[in-house]
């Protein structure tokens, strides 16, 4: 029954800066890629801009979209209240929830639900650290590939250097908050 949890909650907590409840992030980061694209026929724009530059922009906004995130998704309710990022339970056992319910017995499966949520949000703090530690080790390569890369390239980014510390962070959450 562990295995589950983790795997609902890690892709969650890896994609949370990038599209987040009100999508604060994902909105910021797309205006910071127009601004850039708007600049590039203009001697004062990004042509004047050095790659580090715009780099250390992209980081920055990255930074702040994450506080944000941390911000909404890091406190009661945080998940469990919201319609975008709310994580239900698996399958099967929404399905056992869903029937359980119709006889005023979901307790039981109510709860782990929003055990799930509690984890999650409980979890959103400490991933924090690790966001920052990944946007701080961004290259000058991998900001051009977030900025000039598919819709999710910002999330494929930190789901390629953030998916092992996060899951040994996570665990001890998610244990505590399910036993």
Known sequence: MRPAPMKI?????????????????????????KLLDGFGGSKSGAAALSAGEIASGLREA??????????????????????????PLPGSLKNVQSMLSKVGMSGLADDLELRLNRAAEAAVP?????????ISAMTIDDARKILNGPKGSATQYFRGKM?????????????????
């Not at 907590?13 to 910071?32: E, K, N, R, Y």
């Not at 991933?127 to 990944?134: E, N």
């Open 9 to 33: 909650l890690l892709p969650i907590l890896l994609t949370f800066s990038v599209i987040s409840a009100p999508a604060h992030s994902q909105s910021l980061f797309d205006q910071g890629k």
């Open 62 to 87: 990255l930074r702040v979209g994450s506080d944000r995130v941390v911000g909404t998704l890091g406190k009661t309710d945080g998940f469990n209240k919201s319609g975008d990022v709310h994580i």
């Open 126 to 134: 400490k991933a924090r650290k690790l966001f920052f530690d990944a």
């Open 163 to 179: 998916s092992s510390p996060l899951r040994g962070e996570m665990k001890p959450i998610v244990d505590t908050q399910l036993s």
